[in-house]
C-alpha cells in the first residue's frame, strides 16, 4: 500500500488525513524502522506493508465505534499499535498504553515527544497488576497481536467502565475466537456487539475486529496472575 493507496483507502471509511497527520505517519515509519535496528519491535519494515498492515489495518478499527475523546487503555501494545495510529487521526484521544517490557516504553515515550501528541501515556507494567488500582476506569480496552482472545478478554475487560467497550483487532481466526470466548466474556461483564471482517487490498490478509460492551461490572478476582489466566482461560 503506497502512501497514496493508504490517503485514499482513508476515505472510504470517512478519514481524510490532513498535512499534519501525514507528516506524523512518515516520522511514525522512519522512526519505528529505525528504532527496530535496537530492538525487536516489529517483523514488517517495509514502508508500504507498514502503511497496509500496521498503520491501516489500526484504523479499521474506526469503523467499529465512533472515536472523539474517549479514553483508552491499549494492552500490550508494542510499537504502540493500534492506539497511536488511532492517536494521529483522532487527537482527542486520551491513550493509556501498558506493555511488560520497559524497553518497548522508552521507545513509546520518545515516538510521543517525536509526534508531538498530548494525553498519552505509556506503562511498564503488567495488565493484571496494572488493573488493580485501574479498574473499570476507561472507556475503551483494546489489544492487537497480543493472546488468543480467550486471555486477551480477562486483561482488557477488567478495565472497562461499565457501559465502555473491549475492542479487539484479529485475523482470520477472529470468529473461532470469539465463539472460545464466550463464556469468559459473560462472565467478566461483556457483552457482544458487533464483529466486522475485512480483507486488506493486494491479498495482504483477513483481518476481523470484534466489539464487546461491558454490561456489568467484572467480578473482584478477575483478572487472576498471567500464569493462571494463560493455564486456564474462562
Known amino acids: 500500500m503506497t502512501k497514496q493507496q493508504f490517503q485514499e483507502?482513508?476515505?472510504?471509511?470517512?478519514?481524510?488525513?490532513?498535512?499534519?497527520q501525514l507528516k506524523q505517519f512518515d516520522l511514525y515509519y522512519q522512526e519505528l524502522v529505525s528504532w527496530n535496528e535496537?530492538?525487536?519491535?516489529?517483523?514488517?519494515?517495509?514502508?508500504?506493508?507498514?502503511?497496509?498492515?500496521?498503520?491501516?489495518?489500526?484504523?479499521?478499527?474506526?469503523t467499529m465505534i465512533e472515536l472523539n475523546d474517549q479514553s483508552?487503555?491499549?494492552?500490550?501494545?508494542?510499537?504502540?499499535?493500534?492506539?497511536?495510529?488511532?492517536?494521529?487521526?483522532?487527537?482527542?484521544?486520551?491513550?493509556?498504553?501498558?506493555d511488560s517490557l520497559a524497553k518497548r516504553i522508552t521507545f513509546l515515550?520518545?515516538?510521543?515527544?517525536?509526534?508531538?501528541?498530548?494525553?498519552?501515556?505509556?506503562?511498564?507494567a503488567r495488565a493484571e497488576e496494572y488493573a488493580l488500582e485501574h479498574r473499570e476506569s476507561f472507556d475503551i480496552a483494546?489489544?492487537?497481536?497480543?493472546?488468543?482472545?480467550?486471555?486477551?478478554?480477562?486483561?482488557c475487560l477488567p478495565f472497562v467502565k461499565v457501559g465502555g467497550y473491549f475492542?479487539?483487532?484479529?485475523?482470520?481466526?477472529?470468529?473461532e475466537e470469539d465463539?472460545?470466548?464466550?463464556?469468559?466474556i459473560e462472565l467478566l461483564g461483556g457483552k457482544k456487539q458487533s464483529?466486522?471482517?475485512?480483507?486488506?487490498?493486494?491479498?495482504?490478509?483477513?483481518?476481523?475486529?470484534?466489539l464487546y460492551k461491558k454490561v456489568k461490572a467484572t467480578p473482584s478476582k478477575y483478572p487472576r496472575n498471567f500464569g493462571t489466566i494463560k493455564k486456564k482461560p474462562l
Open 38 to 62: 535496537k530492538m525487536n519491535l516489529t517483523a514488517i519494515t517495509e514502508e508500504n506493508e507498514v502503511y497496509e498492515k500496521h498503520f491501516y489495518d489500526c484504523l479499521l478499527a474506526s
Open 72 to 98: 483508552i487503555i491499549d494492552i500490550g501494545a508494542g510499537a504502540g499499535f493500534p492506539s497511536i495510529p488511532l492517536k494521529i487521526v483522532f487527537p482527542n484521544l486520551k491513550i493509556t498504553i501498558v
Open 9 to 20: 483507502e482513508l476515505k472510504k471509511i470517512n478519514i481524510n488525513l490532513d498535512d499534519k
Open 167 to 175: 475492542l479487539a483487532l484479529k485475523g482470520k481466526q477472529g470468529l
Open 142 to 155: 483494546t489489544g492487537r497481536a497480543v493472546a488468543r482472545l480467550n486471555i486477551l478478554d480477562e486483561l
Open 195 to 210: 464483529i466486522k471482517e475485512y480483507s486488506l487490498i493486494n491479498d495482504q490478509g483477513h483481518r476481523c475486529i470484534l
Open 179 to 184: 465463539k472460545e470466548a464466550e463464556k469468559g
Open 109 to 124: 515515550n520518545h515516538l510521543f515527544e517525536v509526534l508531538e501528541l498530548d494525553n498519552v501515556h505509556a506503562i511498564a
